[in-house]
């Protein structure tokens, strides 16, 4: 059967004027709300911090069907030296590596598209996470004698971070 092309748009519209549900509110990145700050710089990868520097992640898209939130780890492995192939889908396998690897999970408790997790090692080893600027909770404490580096697990609900 031969379909003339605007018979065709009228059957299937161009793919340009499809509009997802929600399309613009998952493109638009939030603003920065709770730690609004001009001393904010994005972290490149394989970049040690340190400590005592604030984190700060920020949720761009969830989706609430799935459990789970967003884990976060340290280790004293060089992220450069990581192939794609040796990091396993779930963190806590990471735990089985030689190197020193932390990992605490379910950091952002229900979180939403806009929310600011903020997190920090004490010159104690302490690692205190607070969420849009509230209240700062110690999860972990680590090995302060190594050189580290922090990673994200973005699994379960948490599907975007910036």
Not at 20 to 48: D, K, M, Q, W
Not at 55 to 66: D, H
Not at 80 to 88: C, E, G, I, Y
Not at 129 to 142: E, F, L, Q, T, W
């Amino acid at each position: 059967m031969m379909v003339q092309e605007h018979e065709m748009e009228s059957i299937m519209p161009s793919m340009q004027s499809l509009n997802i549900a929600g399309e613009s509110e998952t493109t638009a990145i939030p603003p920065i709300r709770y730690n609004n700050s001009n001393r904010l710089i994005p972290v490149p990868f394989h970049s040690t911090k340190a400590i005592g520097e604030k984190i700060i992640v920020q949720i761009l898209k969830t989706e609430a069907m799935y459990v789970g939130t967003l884990a976060l780890g340290l280790t004293s492995c060089n992220p450069a030296s990581l192939n794609p192939n040796d990091l396993p889908d779930d963190s806590d396998c990471l735990l089985d590596r030689p190197e020193y690897w932390v990992v605490t999970k379910d950091i952002a408790s229900t979180p939403q598209r806009g929310d600011e997790i903020a997190f920090s090692v004490t010159p104690t080893g302490e690692v205190t996470i607070s969420k849009n600027c509230g209240p700062a909770v110690i999860v972990m404490h680590v090995d302060i004698s190594l050189q580290l580096w922090a990673f994200l697990d973005v699994y379960g609900s948490t599907e975007s971070i910036r």
